[in-house]
């Protein structure tokens, strides 16, 4: 199953940008959907999560506030909305999917894995 992750970029400190993860649609229907983010030289982590049904949302406590996840059944795709950014924010960002209707912020949960878009924030 491919997920295909894009929208990352250069931003400045305290500009937005919104990541796109478009799944099939057998996938994308009967998942809950994360993002995960990867710093140089650090471990992976847990960014946001949404139900499948989209009404149950999660986020780590660096990026509550300041980023949003939300997904389009219609168009099998699930957004990261960033604002706020900072430099620490600059990481390698994946999507994921979960064969279940919630899932939550440990990587083992998710069955399924995007290849990545880079977001690097510039102070």
């Known amino acids: 199953v491919q997920l295909q992750a894009s929208g990352g970029g250069l931003v400045q400190a305290g500009g937005s940008l919104r990541l796109s993860c478009a799944a099939p649609?057998?996938?994308?229907?009967?998942?809950?959907m994360a993002w995960f983010r990867q710093a140089p030289g650090k471990e992976r982590e847990f960014a946001a999560a949404i139900s499948r049904g989209g009404d149950t949302t999660n986020y780590a406590d660096s990026v509550k506030g300041r980023f949003s996840i939300s997904r389009d059944n219609a168009k099998n795709t699930v957004y990261l909305q960033m604002n706020s950014l900072k430099p620490e924010d600059t990481a390698v960002y994946y999507c994921?999917?979960?064969?279940?209707?919630?899932?939550?912020?440990?990587?083992?949960?998710?069955?399924?894995w995007g290849q990545g878009t880079l977001v690097t924030v510039s102070s």
């Open positions: 994921a999917a979960a064969r279940a209707p919630v899932a939550g912020p440990k990587s083992h949960e998710y069955d399924y």
């Open positions: 649609v057998h996938t994308f229907s009967s998942s809950a």
